[in-house]
């Protein structure tokens, strides 16, 4: 199947600092999300990016839709301690098939 | 309002056993998809259901795993003679446009 390569594994940050976070693949999308997960439940979504080379922020997150249409990036601002979590890249393909490829993710620990 | 639910929460079984988890998507959501989602890892489709009608079921592992929407709402994704490598949290996910709403998933763990 498609592979989405996210990094790093895992980050260790003090509260405040910037976080960055990004997502490769071989394979061209046409819609990057990201996803953050809370230990025993289901991803929610964070931002969807639907266009090459568009950039959407949320608040403090900011996400890019690569231009070759085969990576994007999180980053998160002046982090919080409820920023900790696992974000996951997830991406839909050219073919219209609605179900979504996801990244490994990547593991945030904030640390007061 | 309600979002996605999914029970149970946590099911043990013994190998050989045979499960069924139950996902009641949003009211009203047509599309309705399972993710399996093996630890330290991120979810990987399953099969999607447009309505009744199960439109896609490419990523079933095997032949052991059914999953069924007969009137279009609740669905059910069974799993018989259950093998350790079954282990997993199983995700539902409903939609009605482009944005996936997840439940809390089922932790299945196959001793």
């Known amino acids: 199947g498609q592979q989405l390569n996210q990094s790093p594994q895992s980050m260790f940050i003090q509260e405040g600092e910037d976080v960055s976070m990004n997502c490769t693949s071989s394979s061209i999308f046409n819609t990057w999300l990201w996803y953050k997960q809370d230990p025993g439940e289901g991803p929610v979504l964070l931002i969807a990016l639907y266009k090459a080379g568009e950039l959407t922020s949320n608040g403090r997150l900011t996400a890019q839709f690569g231009i070759t249409r085969k990576d994007s990036f999180l980053n998160i601002s002046a982090s919080i301690p409820s920023d900790v979590g696992i974000y996951f890249c997830a991406a839909r393909d050219q073919t219209g098939a609605n179900n979504l490829f996801f990244g490994t993710g990547t593991r945030l620990t904030v640390i007061p | 309002g309600a979002g996605v639910s999914q029970s149970p929460r946590y099911k043990v079984a013994k190998r050989g056993q045979d499960v069924a988890l139950r996902c009641d998507p949003i009211s009203g959501h047509v599309s309705l998809f399972w993710y399996q989602q093996a630890l330290g890892q991120g979810p990987e489709f399953l099969t999607y259901?447009?309505?009744?009608?199960?439109?896609?079921k490419s990523g079933l592992p095997s032949d052991r795993f059914f999953a069924e929407r007969p009137e279009g709402s609740v669905s059910t994704l069974k799993i018989q003679r259950t093998q350790q490598e079954d282990s997993a949290v199983y995700l539902c996910?409903?939609?009605?446009?482009?944005?996936?709403?997840f439940g809390p998933g089922t932790r299945l763990t196959v001793l």
């Open positions: 996910a409903s939609s009605q446009g482009e944005e996936q709403f």
């Open positions: 259901f447009q309505n009744e009608a199960q439109l896609d």
